[in-house]
């Protein structure tokens, strides 16, 4: 017959001890698991933002140079009333472009050989650009813009492809991403888009 040695039964600090672990482990989990949760919605929160209201944009290129230039990364807002100066992205063949609003749907734009815009007959007053430009035009003018059409120009006006262009011409609400209102890349540059 196999004598059976008494369990060594353990003390009330061990199960207390035991007890203690056991809870911390539960709580971790629990906070892993709701941090995780709550990181997750914030990440789909600012992809929808950032995709569907506030666009983030590189810019490419050099037709909105000296106040945009190659690199810089700016925050779009979607909206449907655009002005004179505003700088619009918008898509244009598989690309977003980046232009300054000259003129909406009824205006009409006249461009003379030294580059100065007139709208609606009076001189545009473009403090933003540093030198002016007739650039690239084969339109016809002066020129009225279509209903629902927006008329674009690049502040570097002797390199950018527009609406002077019957390749780009006049841009449609569709093809608006959004008005630029924020640069927020390179940190020296950070500010309003103006």
């Given at each position: 017959?196999k004598?059976?040695?008494?369990?060594k039964?353990?003390?009330?600090?061990?199960?207390?001890?035991?007890l203690?672990r056991?809870?911390?482990?539960?709580?971790?989990r629990s906070?892993?698991r709701?941090t995780?949760?709550?990181?997750i919605?914030?990440a789909?929160?600012?992809v929808?933002?950032?995709?569907?209201?506030?666009?983030?944009?590189q810019?490419?290129?050099t037709s909105?140079?000296?106040?945009?230039?190659e690199?810089d990364?700016?925050?779009?807002?979607?909206?449907?009333?655009y002005?004179p100066?505003?700088v619009?992205?918008f898509y244009?063949d598989?690309?977003?472009?980046?232009?300054?609003?000259i003129?909406t749907?009824?205006?009409?734009?006249?461009?003379?050989?030294?580059?100065?815009?007139y709208?609606d007959?009076?001189?545009l007053?473009?403090?933003?650009?540093?030198e002016?430009?007739?650039?690239?035009?084969?339109?016809?003018?002066?020129?009225?813009?279509?209903e629902s059409r927006?008329?674009?120009m690049?502040?570097?006006r002797s390199?950018?492809l527009d609406?002077?262009?019957?390749?780009v011409?006049?841009?449609s609400?569709?093809?608006i991403?959004?008005r630029?209102?924020?640069?927020?890349?390179p940190?020296?540059?950070?500010?309003?888009?103006g």
């Amino acid at each position: 017959m196999k004598r059976r040695f008494p369990e060594k039964r353990p003390s009330v600090e061990v199960l207390e001890a035991e007890l203690r672990r056991e809870n911390y482990r539960k709580r971790y989990r629990s906070v892993l698991r709701n941090t995780i949760y709550t990181l997750i919605t914030v990440a789909a929160a600012a992809v929808l933002i950032a995709t569907l209201l506030l666009p983030v944009l590189q810019i490419t290129g050099t037709s909105m140079a000296p106040n945009l230039l190659e690199g810089d990364i700016v925050v779009s807002m979607n909206g449907s009333k655009y002005k004179p100066g505003d700088v619009i992205a918008f898509y244009f063949d598989n690309k977003v472009l980046v232009k300054r609003v000259i003129a909406t749907a009824g205006q009409w734009v006249d461009i003379d050989e030294n580059g100065t815009v007139y709208l609606d007959g009076e001189v545009l007053e473009e403090p933003y650009l540093q030198e002016k430009a007739l650039g690239q035009c084969n339109i016809e003018l002066p020129y009225q813009v279509p209903e629902s059409r927006i008329f674009v120009m690049g502040d570097h006006r002797s390199v950018s492809l527009d609406s002077r262009n019957t390749a780009v011409g006049c841009v449609s609400d569709e093809q608006i991403v959004g008005r630029l209102i924020f640069r927020i890349w390179p940190w020296e540059g950070i500010g309003p888009v103006g």
